[in-house]
Structures are given as structure tokens and as C-alpha cells.
């Protein structure tokens, strides 16, 4: 009997490693150079106004351009989709497993960016002394940074950084199973909320001012004795827009840094008034440094901006601008409310992490104005966030404004939509200096322009702040009458806005209610 031959092909494949290329690169006959493509810039139309000023340096960008599902709670792109705090996902890519990772991790990594690394924020018993504070410390193996009575919150507040490699919810339970500690928190990260803009030919030359209708306004009020702290970074008080404008100021995080570009972009759109015009131009700033550059752009803490929040409501603040933004934090939502129980008015940016972000805060905080951004042609600006906390809008897009040593810059964001917000408020509080938060804000969303869909909607909230509308619904009042009259003497009636050939004033270490700047007559 024969015994059949069997042949067996081999079984791996030989691999041609002459492969031609899938795309064809003579299209239409014509060779297409593999070259990166270049994004299309559209240029800002100039509404008609030509601007005097010179060639404007752009921001530095903040925020990268991103998928939502790469972008964190605070707006700032990351290296891998992000998973929020309770499992769920920010976007179509955010419950993919990271690649050798654990879905487990996924909440613990989300945290963790948020916060700064290795610290906490500890509520303690004010009655320890410094000895019992440091057996404390001791104790639980941390290092203390800094401790800081807060009277906004009628509490002492410490910050720790954990000293070895023990996970931070490990240390997080030991300590608030401490019976001197009251309550504890990660320290959150806060960004400021602008984006880079592409070089436009010449400028937009403050389209702003004709939407929100600043010039009709300004011929009733101009924010005069009426004090706005921004709690952002370093301010340019010696820049020619922001001349005897700055009444006070204070740095929270201790720093030797220059002012910033955010910092004073914010002050020149509420208070600027020689070449350009801000919202406001005649209010005083109280200029409260929280956030301090690093390599990815400027950032604060809960430590810092507590501090901040504290600092103004303790120093005659009747309004306070957030341009800032970060996930939701128990110690800033209770500082936050503390400074409305005090007639404290709190605006804030709604934030620059697009269409699919959870809220951000402190603008989700119902004791804030959450303002979201729209650009020259009324449209929503793509970055902004939405959401039913949305309370109005205002010019986010292109915007020119002052930047450090004397130069200018265009630069979008949020940030600024908050701060045109702040400085319309100014002048409704100096029509009637007698208005509490609740009743500025009605008037604010009473009067606002509608846009987009009728009615309220969570792109534009109550619609497009219009400054004039605003103050011409309020009547005026005589500042002495005024119940909450801020502490300048009411005689001084002097436009900071008009002492140009004087030179700023000296800045006062800790008495902002007490630092009256003393202005010229009148040109």
C-alpha cells in the first residue's frame, strides 16, 4: 500500500518589503509636495475703526488647541484622554483605556491633574499654638508651607506637602481623622483663561466698545469710586493705560515676578483710558497677585486664591473678577459665598474648554456671573464653555489690550469676556451705589442683547452684555445716600482716567480703603 505524500506551504508569508505608496502624489497631473499643510487665518474685519496704535505683541498661548476629550477640567490640553472624577468621560475618547494603564486609575490621574502634586489644603483648630501645629505636622509627615488666618471664612488655614511617596488620599484620611483638623482638600490648580490668536492684518480695533455700547454709557458714568479687585496675575501699574488706576495691591504667592500679560490685559479691559478704553475707565483696581508663570503659562492654587479672595473682601472690594478657572473646590465654593454674604458682586469666566466640559469654577458657583465669550460678529467664541450657569456674554475674541513695559497685545479668551462684565457692573454700582449683588445682576441679564436662540440659552446666557442699557435702567443716585458707599471721601470727584501727567500712585501695603487717590482737576 502506497503511502500518500503530503506537501504543507509554509505558513508565514513573505512580506514584499517593496511597498509603493497608497497615496497618489500626482494629482491632476500636478506633483503635490509633502510639506505640512498651513491652517487657513481669517482676517478680523475692522468695523469701520482704524487704530493709531503700534504693531501689538501677541499673548503667549495658554492653551493649546486640543480634542475635547484631551482637554482637562481646567481647559489645558493633556498627553491622554481624561476620565472624570466619578468614572464617566469628558468626551468620545475619554473611557478608552490609557495604553498600559487601568481603568481603575483613570479617576485617581484625573485628580491629579487638577491639583498641585503632594499638597493639601488643611482647615485647622485656630486655637493650636505654633508648637501644637508643628507636633501636628510632625505626626502625620508632612512639611508646612504656610499657615494664614482666613476672617473671610472665620478660620485657620493651613498648607502641608507630603514629605515621602504615601498615596495622597492615604494622607488625606489620616488627617481629617485628626480631631484638630476640620476639614481637608488637595490643592487645586487654577488657569487663566486666554488663548492665543493668530496675527490678523492690522487689528480689530476695539469692536467691543460699539457692542457693548461703552461709549453711550460712558457719557452717564465711568466706574468712578467704585473699587473692582482682580485676583489674576502681576499687573503693569506703571503702563500708560492703567495710570492712577491701580489703588492697591497684594501678592498672595510672595513672588519677585514682573507683571504678566493676562494681568494686565484684565486691568486695561476694565479700567483702561489713554489710547484704548476699557469698560470701566475710571474704577479702581485693587491688584491681588494669585497666579505665578511657569513653563505652561501662568497658574494659582486654592492656597493662593483663598488668600486672594480674603484679601479683598477684608480691603473695601465691591466687586471681584475671576479669570480663572478649575474644577470644584469645597474651600473656594465656601470663600466664594462668604464674599457674597458681604454684598461682594463675583464675576467670573465661564471657562475656554469648548463645547463638551463639565462646569468649570468658580463661574458654576450660583453666587457668580458666569460670562461666556462671543467674538466681532456676535458669534459664540469656539472655545468657550456652555452650560445652563451661563449668565451673559461679552467680546472674548481678538481682543486689543495693554501688555507689560508700555506694549499692547491681541489675545481671546473668556478672561476678558469676565473683566468687560466687572467694569459694566462699576458703572451700574456708581449710577446707585446702594445696589446689592442680586439686583446689579438683574440688571445686568434684564438689559442684556439677545443672541442666538429667543430667550435664555446656554451659549449666550441672558444674551450680550449692553453697558448702556444697563445704567440708563438704574437711577442715578447721589453717592452720599448710598447705604454701601465705598470709603473714598464722595467729594473726591477727580476722573483718575484724566491725571495723565501725574505719576501712579504709591501702592499701599494693606490699607486699600484707606489709599484714596488724589487726582488733578480735570483737563
Not at 116 to 139: F, H, K, S, W, Y
Amino acid at each position: 500500500m502506497r503511502t500518500p505524500e503530503i506537501r504543507v506551504a509554509p505558513r508565514v508569508p513573505s512580506v514584499s518589503t517593496n511597498v509603493g505608496p497608497r497615496v497618489n502624489t500626482n494629482i491632476g497631473g500636478a506633483a503635490v509636495a509633502r510639506t505640512p499643510s498651513r491652517i487657513s487665518v481669517t482676517t478680523m474685519p475692522r468695523i469701520g475703526v482704524h487704530s493709531t496704535l503700534p504693531s501689538a505683541r501677541y499673548s503667549p498661548n495658554l492653551h493649546r488647541a486640543c480634542d475635547a476629550a484631551y482637554r482637562g477640567s481646567d481647559g489645558e490640553c493633556l498627553d491622554r484622554p481624561v476620565s472624570t472624577a466619578d468614572g464617566g468621560s469628558g468626551g468620545k475618547a475619554a473611557g478608552r483605556k490609557a495604553k498600559g494603564g487601568s481603568r481603575n486609575n483613570a479617576p485617581q490621574t484625573a485628580v491629579d491633574l487638577r491639583a498641585v502634586p503632594n499638597e493639601l489644603v488643611a482647615e485647622i483648630d485656630g486655637a493650636l499654638t505654633d508648637a501644637q501645629i508643628e507636633e501636628l505636622t510632625r505626626r502625620h509627615g508632612l512639611a508646612r508651607l504656610e499657615i494664614q488666618n482666613v476672617p473671610l471664612l472665620g478660620s485657620t488655614i493651613g498648607l502641608f506637602r507630603i514629605t515621602d511617596r504615601r498615596p495622597v488620599d492615604v494622607v488625606r484620611r489620616a488627617l481629617a481623622g485628626d480631631g484638630r483638623v476640620r476639614s481637608v482638600q488637595l490643592n487645586f490648580r487654577y488657569l487663566l483663561q486666554d488663548q492665543k490668536t493668530a496675527p490678523t492684518e492690522g487689528d480689530p480695533a476695539q469692536y467691543a466698545l460699539a457692542q457693548l455700547r461703552l461709549p453711550q454709557a460712558h457719557t452717564l458714568v465711568r466706574g468712578m469710586n467704585v473699587t473692582i479687585a482682580v485676583i489674576d496675575s502681576g499687573i503693569d501699574a506703571n503702563h500708560p493705560e492703567l495710570a492712577n488706576t491701580i489703588a492697591d495691591t497684594f501678592d498672595a504667592i510672595g513672588s519677585n515676578e514682573g507683571p504678566h500679560a493676562h494681568g494686565t490685559g484684565i486691568a486695561g479691559a476694565i479700567a483702561a483710558h489713554a489710547r484704548l478704553m476699557g469698560s470701566a475707565p475710571e474704577v479702581r483696581i485693587l491688584a491681588i497677585r494669585a497666579f505665578g508663570a511657569t513653563a505652561n503659562g501662568a497658574q494659582g492654587s486654592s492656597y493662593v486664591i483663598l488668600k486672594g479672595l480674603d484679601y479683598a473682601a477684608l480691603h473695601g472690594a465691591q466687586i471681584i473678577n475671576m479669570s480663572f478657572a478649575g474644577p470644584k473646590d469645597p474651600l473656594i465654593e465656601r470663600a466664594v459665598a462668604a464674599s457674597a454674604a458681604r454684598g461682594i458682586l463675583l464675576v467670573a469666566a465661564a471657562g475656554n474648554a469648548g463645547a463638551n466640559s463639565a462646569p468649570l469654577y468658580p463661574a458654576a458657583n450660583p453666587n457668580v456671573i458666569a460670562v461666556s465669550g462671543t467674538d466681532a460678529q456676535e458669534k459664540l467664541f469656539s472655545a468657550s464653555n456652555r452650560g445652563n450657569y451661563i449668565a451673559l456674554a461679552a467680546p472674548g475674541a481678538d481682543i486689543f489690550l495693554p501688555a507689560p513695559d508700555g506694549k499692547y497685545q491681541i489675545t481671546s479668551g473668556t478672561s476678558f469676556s469676565a473683566a468687560f462684565v466687572s467694569g459694566i457692573a462699576a458703572l451700574v454700582l456708581e449710577r446707585n451705589p446702594a445696589l446689592k449683588p442680586n439686583e446689579v445682576r438683574s440688571i445686568l441679564t434684564g438689559t442684556a442683547r439677545d443672541l442666538g436662540a429667543p430667550g435664555r440659552d446656554d451659549l449666550f446666557g441672558a444674551g450680550q452684555a449692553d453697558a448702556f442699557a444697563a445704567v440708563s435702567a438704574v437711577a442715578a443716585v447721589p453717592l452720599a445716600s448710598g447705604k454701601h458707599a465705598p470709603a473714598a471721601p464722595a467729594q473726591d470727584n477727580t476722573s483718575v482716567s484724566r491725571a495723565m501727567e501725574q505719576s501712579a500712585p504709591a501702592m499701599a501695603a494693606d490699607k486699600s480703603a484707606e489709599n484714596d487717590v488724589k487726582s488733578p482737576a480735570a483737563q
